[in-house]
């Protein structure tokens, strides 16, 4: 047996992860400040971004929130991780990233500036799945909106049951 598995608290511990604001463990691992920041309409940012991000059985949510950048996330390990998406024409979108690649599950996601996004960890045999994210115009918390359950499912009540099971009861 391997003396040293990797767990949800090792790979907390080895990649120097905390918490984050929309629920997971995170840490930036790059950021291109060799290059010109990007002058934006909201003001400088980083060209690209990248974390890793990871959801455990003790924090198995990334809450809806809202993002102006465009994100390629990329599935590395452990279980698999549902996401929902609402497009910015209010469609909603449910998909799965994994390494199941042949039963659908994708090991890359592109989703645009201007979508809500939450994840969900799927139930397996690891107790985490990590990702990582690449973030263009790089990350920056202006461009980012916590989704607040009143107004989204005021704006969106067709998917009231998913925004009250990804978001949080603040109100
Ligand atoms: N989500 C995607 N990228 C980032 C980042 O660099 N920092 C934070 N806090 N959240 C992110």
């Known amino acids: ?16 992860l905390e918490p984050h604001v929309e629920g997971g463990f995170f840490r930036r691992t790059y950021q291109a400040d060799h290059r010109d920041m990007l002058e934006t309409t909201d003001g400088p940012r980083y060209l690209m971004t990248s974390i890793y991000y990871l959801l455990t059985e003790e924090s198995p949510v990334g809450q ?3 993002n102006h950048s465009d994100i390629l996330h990329y599935f590395h390990l452990g279980d698999a991780i549902e996401y929902s998406l609402i497009h910015a024409d209010g469609s909603l979108q449910t998909l799965i990233m994994g390494s199941d690649v042949l039963a659908g599950q994708q090991l ?10 939450a994840s969900r960890l799927l139930s397996g045999e690891h107790g985490f799945g990590l990702i990582s994210e690449a ?3 790089g990350f920056d918390f202006a461009d ?8 989204l499912t005021a704006r969106y ?4 049951a998913l925004i009250e099971k990804l978001t949080r009861d603040e109100d």
């Open 1 to 16: 047996m391997n003396p040293r598995p990797i767990t949800a608290s090792n790979l907390i511990a080895t990649l120097d």
């Open 64 to 66: 809806f929130h809202f």
């Open 108 to 117: 890359q996601l592109h989703v645009p500036g201007g979508f809500w996004k």
């Open 135 to 137: 973030v263009s115009p």
């Open 144 to 151: 980012m909106e916590m989704g607040n359950r009143r107004k």
């Open 157 to 160: 009540p067709q998917y009231r």
